[in-house]
């Protein structure tokens, strides 16, 4: 191969390299620092699921406390009732924090293994009063990156 096709070659994987996303990263993920150490990965975008309904996912770190796995419910009404469904099974949410004023988000806390098989399936369905969707893809890569830096 003469010497100028090799150059060629060379420039185009190259740019290729430079290019190609990275894995195991996103734009819309993001950790801040609150009080004591306190660290929250989250996605910074929440994602839309359903019309006037939108997930943000989050883990929460502190030297205190145990991790704290979330997702954050936009749109949510204080009546609706909330579930998640893996097949016909139910995933254990272990508690659910109202706004006391009903404005603002409502977060579902699951355990670190449910928040896992979120992440890693579509076969789990979100429902929230009558609407019930599963998590789009994104938003699944999102929390499989949230869980590899937070674990």
Do not use: C
């Amino acid at each position: 191969m003469p010497v100028s096709h090799v150059r060629v070659w060379f420039l185009v994987a190259l740019l290729g390299l430079l290019t190609a996303p990275a894995v195991a990263q996103s734009d819309n993920v993001t950790t801040v620092e609150g009080a004591n150490g306190k660290q929250t990965t989250m996605t910074a975008q929440p994602h839309s699921v359903a019309s006037g309904l939108s997930v943000r996912a989050m883990g929460i770190d502190a030297p205190d406390t145990t991790t704290r796995w979330v997702i954050s419910l936009i749109g949510a009404a204080p009546e609706d009732s909330i579930s998640l469904t893996y097949g016909d099974q139910s995933l254990r949410i272990l508690e659910v924090n109202r706004p006391d004023d009903g404005i603002g988000p409502t977060k579902v806390y699951v355990s670190g293994e449910d928040f896992l098989t979120m992440a890693e399936t579509e076969a789990v369905t979100l429902s929230v009063g009558d609407v019930s969707v599963a998590l789009p893809e994104q938003l699944r890569r999102e929390m499989q990156l949230i869980f590899e830096k937070v674990s």
